[in-house]
């Protein structure tokens, strides 16, 4: 056979493999325009944080840092002149550290500067449609409240453009019972912050079976542009610092009401024994007795595999504290005494 015939029949037993390669390419083309399409869809520039108390300012400045468009919202002027103040404050307390005027005699400008950079991303209103309108993301920071926080969202969720993605700040409420005043279930999920917003790394990324991984991969991602380190977890009571943090806190007051230490060796138990920064009784008071109790009385009332469990079960002592007013350190007294601190 001519080495032209063989050439000849060599391309033709190669057509179909050619064809079935070019095939394959086309599809893989397809899938990964449609793949970046998807994340362009979900790539977040422009938040929309509500409420701007101690979280949501903590919030607002996080993002304003990684140079983020960030809108504050909350009902009154005065709650934005607050939030603004605790923003303010917390970046003087930045541009310290960056800048030290011990070391560089341009210090001063160079700390105003930096202030006024991020404060220039950011923008306050007292109009949560308005705020929403080129919104990618809406984090909520309100008041922890299932009804107040789904009426809230039900609102947004008939204003806001039907790319934007919504989260909760929620430390102890189910992300798919608020969830579940949208109608847009797969663009929703929790997005818990710890405080002090600008010092605490992680964030938690809660996703419901509703959430798309399309969103889960967009909230981590902004994440890490935040600075953050992101732990992804399934929308479950306390999800997952809350639900190993609060039965322990509880279990110190038992220990107590039990006879077995004073608060003050629990504390120093803890501290020296297990490394930990605060004892269970100072960490209380940090959070806030009022806030333990209403995260307990929830899971203990109605919580997904904790209704009822001896494990969240109210506490006396801390019942009474908080009926005594007498919340921690926000009040000047809980487990221990502050006025004189």
Same mark, same amino acid.
């Given at each position: 056979?001519?080495?032209?015939?063989?050439?000849?029949?060599?391309?033709?037993?190669?057509?179909?493999?050619?064809?079935?390669?070019?095939?394959?390419?086309?599809?893989?083309?397809?899938?990964?325009?449609?793949?970046?399409?998807?994340?362009?869809?979900?790539?977040?520039?422009?938040?929309?944080?509500?409420?701007?108390?101690?979280?949501?300012?903590?919030?607002?400045?996080?993002?304003?840092?990684?140079?983020?468009?960030?809108?504050?919202?909350?009902?009154?002027?005065?709650?934005?002149?607050?939030?603004?103040?605790?923003?303010?404050?917390?970046?003087?307390?930045?541009?310290?550290?960056?800048?030290?005027?011990?070391?560089?005699?341009?210090?001063?400008?160079?700390?105003?500067?930096?202030?006024?950079?991020?404060?220039?991303?950011?923008?306050?209103?007292?109009?949560?449609?308005?705020?929403?309108?080129?919104?990618?993301?809406?984090?909520?920071?309100?008041?922890?409240?299932?009804?107040?926080?789904?009426?809230?969202?039900?609102?947004?969720?008939?204003?806001?453009?039907?790319?934007?993605? !919504?989260?909760?700040?929620?430390?102890?409420?189910?992300?798919?019972?608020?969830?579940?005043?949208?109608?847009?279930?797969?663009?929703?999920?929790?997005?818990?912050? !710890?405080?002090?917003?600008?010092?605490?790394?992680?964030?938690?990324?809660?996703?419901?079976?509703?959430?798309?991984?399309?969103?889960?991969?967009?909230?981590?991602?902004?994440?890490?542009?935040?600075?953050?380190?992101?732990?992804?977890?399934?929308?479950?009571?306390?999800?997952?610092?809350?639900?190993?943090?609060?039965?322990?806190?509880?279990?110190?007051?038992?220990?107590?009401?039990?006879?077995?230490?004073?608060?003050?060796?629990?504390?120093?138990?803890?501290?020296?024994?297990?490394?930990?920064?605060?004892?269970?009784?100072?960490?209380?008071?940090?959070?806030?007795?009022?806030?333990?109790?209403?995260?307990?009385?929830?899971?203990?009332?109605?919580?997904?595999?904790?209704?009822?469990?001896?494990?969240?079960?109210?506490?006396?002592?801390?019942?009474?504290?908080?009926?005594?007013?007498?919340?921690?350190?926000?009040?000047?007294?809980?487990?221990?005494?502050?006025?004189?601190?």
């Amino acid at each position: 056979m001519s080495p032209m015939l063989v050439a000849r029949a060599a391309a033709a037993a190669a057509a179909p493999s050619q064809n079935a390669a070019r095939a394959r390419a086309s599809l893989f083309l397809r899938l990964f325009s449609s793949s970046a399409a998807a994340r362009n869809n979900h790539e977040i520039k422009n938040i929309t944080v509500i409420g701007a108390g101690l979280m949501g300012a903590g919030i607002v400045q996080v993002a304003a840092q990684s140079a983020l468009n960030v809108t504050m919202v909350d009902l009154s002027q005065a709650a934005l002149d607050n939030g603004s103040k605790i923003i303010t404050s917390s970046l003087k307390r930045v541009a310290k550290k960056k800048f030290n005027p011990d070391a560089d005699p341009e210090a001063a400008a160079k700390q105003d500067a930096f202030i006024a950079s991020v404060k220039k991303n950011i923008a306050a209103s007292t109009d949560p449609a308005a705020a929403v309108a080129d919104a990618d993301l809406v984090i909520e920071a309100i008041v922890e409240n299932l009804e107040v926080k789904q009426k809230l969202f039900k609102q947004l969720d008939a204003v806001a453009p039907h790319k934007t993605i !919504f989260a909760s700040n929620t430390s102890s409420l189910p992300i798919h019972k608020i969830a579940s005043a949208t109608s847009r279930l797969d663009r929703f999920a929790g997005l818990h912050y !710890f405080n002090p917003v600008p010092q605490m790394k992680l964030v938690e990324v809660i996703h419901t079976p509703q959430t798309s991984p399309e969103v889960l991969q967009a909230l981590t991602a902004l994440s890490h542009k935040m600075g953050k380190v992101p732990v992804a977890c399934k929308d479950t009571p306390g999800f997952i610092v809350n639900r190993l943090l609060v039965p322990y806190m509880l279990e110190a007051i038992r220990l107590v009401e039990r006879g077995v230490a004073s608060k003050e060796d629990v504390d120093i138990a803890m501290k020296l024994g297990a490394g930990y920064p605060m004892g269970p009784f100072e960490l209380l008071d940090y959070v806030g007795l009022d806030t333990t109790k209403f995260i307990t009385d929830g899971w203990y009332k109605d919580g997904d595999g904790l209704k009822g469990e001896k494990l969240v079960e109210p506490s006396e002592t801390l019942d009474q504290l908080v009926a005594d007013k007498k919340l921690g350190r926000k009040s000047g007294a809980g487990f221990y005494d502050y006025s004189k601190k």
